[in-house]
């Protein structure tokens, strides 16, 4: 079945350094991929998407690759700050088939001054 | 611009009760998924409503049933609850069925 696989399930980083998550996503039909940060006791909100015809995408200090051969895409956070420290959750789902967002089992990250 | 919001915030029940919990979606918006998050996990979909109508289900029982309004806005009911029920349920909406959804704060409910 549709599957989403996520690493690390934790991660800690100094702040000022790179963060990088994987997932890796089994429905070769997938062709939209959205992340999403979960502050505590707070819902998960939208921070970067990428569809399957873009490779490559960045907002500031954030960017998503994406391998579609390989069934793998990658959130990478530069010059991490405190506030970045949040659970993320990366997602997969067939934009105008399914729809339904098939999440992966999230990544706490941590971020030390 | 009002985002998604849900009520209530926290809910306790006893097994066997019955739930109902709301969703309002983002303005502009006419499609709202719902989806179970379990302490610790990533959210489960449950189901979408599109045109105040059930379009997709996951695997989920039938004690669990939705509507939606005519302003858009939805309500997820589930009958016989059980002990496993107890999770955050997140609301999402997104503009006609396509890509981006953006979700409400949840609603926590604990079953007891």
């Known amino acids: 079945g549709e599957n989403v696989e996520q690493h690390p399930s934790t991660l800690s980083v100094q702040e000022g350094d790179s963060a990088v998550i994987k997932c890796t996503y089994s429905?070769?039909?997938?062709?939209?991929f959205p992340w999403y940060k979960q502050e505590l006791g707070k819902g998960p909100q939208l921070i970067i998407d990428?569809?399957?015809?873009?490779g490559e995408k960045k907002d500031q200090r954030i960017a998503v690759t994406l391998n579609k051969t390989a069934k793998h895409f990658s959130l990478h956070i530069t010059e991490t700050q405190p506030e970045d420290s949040a659970v993320y959750f990366c997602a997969a789902s067939r934009v105008g088939d399914t729809d339904k967002l098939i999440f992966g089992t999230g990544t706490r990250l941590q971020v030390f001054p | 611009d009002a985002g998604v919001t849900q009520s209530p915030t926290h809910l306790i029940k006893t097994r066997g009760q019955q739930v109902t919990l709301r969703c309002s979606p983002k303005?502009?918006?006419?499609?709202v998924s719902w989806y179970q998050q379990a302490l610790g996990q990533g959210p489960q979909f449950i189901f979408q409503?599109?045109?105040?109508?059930?379009?997709q289900r996951g695997n989920f029982p039938d004690r669990f049933s939705g509507h939606q309004f005519p302003n858009y806005s939805s309500e997820l009911n589930v009958n016989a609850l059980l002990l496993g029920d107890s999770a955050l349920y997140l609301c999402a909406s997104s503009l006609t069925r396509t890509d981006t959804q953006y979700f409400g704060p949840g609603t926590r409910l604990t079953v007891l």
């Open positions: 429905d070769s039909a997938s062709n939209y």
């Open positions: 990428i569809r399957s015809n873009v």
């Open positions: 303005s502009g918006h006419d499609t």
């Open positions: 409503y599109y045109e105040e109508e059930e379009r």
